[in-house]
């Protein structure tokens, strides 16, 4: 069974960091690509990152370029996102999703149950 | 960026009915798009991906249609748990973006 497991979640003051992390299991980590996917409270989905298979490719939406960086360990079967300038626009649950594919731009088969990232003052 | 736009915004639909879904993309996507469902309190579900292939364990009254700019998914006849919000998303080029959702609500 696949399973995602987000952890690193929690309330954060505006400009400040935090590091999400996604640990995997029921299949072969180092086959695919992983993304992150947000939704802000009450809003649709909204793509964050996403790394292929090797981090060979990486791809950021606009409004977390420069702030946000995502990584894999393969060896560890885990996804990471590491979020720094943080704004009150980034409050949301965050999903790590794993891609069909082994690239970066892709769609999304298994989902995990999602972070909450609460960003306030 | 790519713009997707979903309609309607709300579907409202008997159960045993047939609902279609609208998605429509600012430039052509071939066929590299994809459909989700979510329901309250849970993770999106992938529906179709390559405009028409239904992802594993997927009901065969779920279908999708299209290329290029304009694409549909029906659901031949609604069932009690179809009703929720589905999204379309473009996975043809960086940003990878997502429609804003259509609702399918009771009637």
């Known amino acids: 069974e696949v399973q995602l497991v987000e952890s690193g979640g929690g309330l954060v003051q505006p400009g400040r960091s935090l590091r999400l992390s996604c640990e995997v299991s029921g299949f072969n980590f180092d086959d695919y690509g992983m993304h992150w996917v947000r939704q802000a409270p009450g809003k649709g989905l909204d793509w964050v990152a996403g790394?292929?298979?090797?981090?060979?490719?990486?791809g950021y939406a606009d409004s977390v370029k420069g702030r946000f960086t995502i990584s894999r360990d393969n060896a560890k079967k885990s996804l990471y996102l590491q979020m720094n300038s943080l704004r009150v626009e980034d409050t949301a649950l965050y999903y790590c999703?794993?891609?069909?594919?082994?690239?970066?731009?892709?769609?999304?088969?298994?989902w995990g149950q999602g972070i909450v990232v609460t960003v306030s003052s | 960026e790519i713009v997707m736009t979903q309609s309607p915004a709300t579907l409202s639909v008997s159960p045993g009915e047939r609902a279609t879904l609208s998605c429509r993309a600012s430039?052509?996507?071939?066929?590299?798009l994809a459909w989700y469902q979510q329901k309250p309190g849970q993770a999106p579900r992938l529906l179709i991906y390559?405009?028409?292939t239904r992802a594993t364990d997927i009901p065969a009254r779920f279908s999708g249609i299209g290329s290029g700019t304009e694409f549909t998914l029906t659901i031949s006849s609604l069932q009690s748990e179809d009703f929720a919000v589905y999204y379309c998303?473009?996975?043809?080029?960086?940003?990878?973006?997502f429609g804003p959702g259509t609702k399918v609500a009771i009637k």
């Open positions: 999703a794993k891609g069909h594919y082994s690239g970066s731009s892709d769609h999304f088969d298994f």
């Open positions: 790394i292929s298979w090797n981090s060979g490719s990486i």
């Open positions: 390559g405009a028409s």
């Open positions: 430039q052509s996507l071939s066929s590299n």
């Open positions: 998303q473009q996975y043809n080029k960086w940003p990878l973006t």
